[in-house]
């Protein structure tokens, strides 16, 4: 299945195969990309049960994905992220939140920047997935979380999902926060204690590129990031179709 195609023509996506050494039909699928009439593997699988798909592909050639074991009926916790340039056939596995932490791939731009979310928490059945940003060749990937004005009640906002990034480095996202459960006639609901009861929605966010250094904050409990220093731009937080919300670094 073709996924994405690049301005040159360059298409990527995943199909079934065969297992290179021994002409075995492989049960899941691989990523491949189509180049020249010719269609292309990315990865050699290391396991019968392993699975592999391109998702995206830049007009430089570098290929991004994600690849992993079938286990259990469920890849929530076993995918992890790559990169290929088509060029060099040469190809990376990229760092993770942590060692474990299940990774999705969504978007590469044309500057070598890659997007995404992955797991944040070492145990749970449902786990925190938080986006990220990374460039081609780091070290590490960056929780966009870091980048972002220290959270608080005038700033609520979590990104959990990376979904796009341009070219002048834009990211469209998905933000969570937590607002008080309402009935449907508005009202605030209450538990069997009187007390306010909560929720987290979702909504849909532009966050842009600003001068700036982030916030240097003092992270609660449950923050499982550390915050960025200046090598990385600031974002400022648009949500989608509402106001930009933008707060400078106190002296």
Not at 43 to 60: G, H, L, M, P, R
Not at 63 to 89: E, L
Not at 111 to 127: A, H, I, L, P, Y
Request: net charge negative; glycine share 8%.
């Amino acid at each position: 299945m073709a996924v994405a195609t690049n301005g040159t023509g360059l298409t990527v996506g995943y199909s079934r195969a065969r297992r290179q050494s021994n002409d075995d039909l492989l049960p899941y699928e691989q990523a491949v990309y189509f180049t020249n009439n010719e269609i292309k593997r990315i990865k050699e699988v290391e396991s019968f049960i392993e699975y592999s798909q391109a998702v995206d592909v830049n007009d430089n050639g570098t290929i991004v994905g994600v690849f992993g074991r079938f286990t259990g009926g469920s890849r929530d916790y076993d995918s992890t992220g790559f990169y290929f340039n088509t060029n060099t056939a040469e190809f990376k596995e990229m760092p993770a939140y942590f060692e474990g932490s299940a990774t999705a791939i969504t978007d590469i731009n044309n500057n070598g920047f890659v997007v995404g979310q992955g797991v944040t928490e070492k145990s749970g059945s449902n786990r925190r997935r938080e986006a990220f940003l990374y460039e081609i060749g780091a070290e590490k990937l960056v929780n966009i979380n870091s980048l972002l004005p220290c959270k608080n009640d005038s700033f609520p906002y979590t990104i959990a999902e990376a979904v796009k990034i341009t070219d002048d480095n834009k990211i469209y996202a998905i933000a969570t926060k937590t607002v008080e459960r309402r009935n449907t006639l508005g009202e605030i609901e209450k538990d069997s204690k009187g007390e306010t009861e909560y929720e987290s929605v979702s909504l849909p966010v532009l966050l842009t590129p600003i001068s700036g250094e982030p916030e240097n904050c003092i992270p609660p409990e449950a923050e499982t990031y550390e915050r960025q220093s200046a090598s990385w731009s600031w974002l400022s937080l648009l949500a989608l179709p509402l106001v930009a919300l933008r707060r400078r670094r106190k002296a």
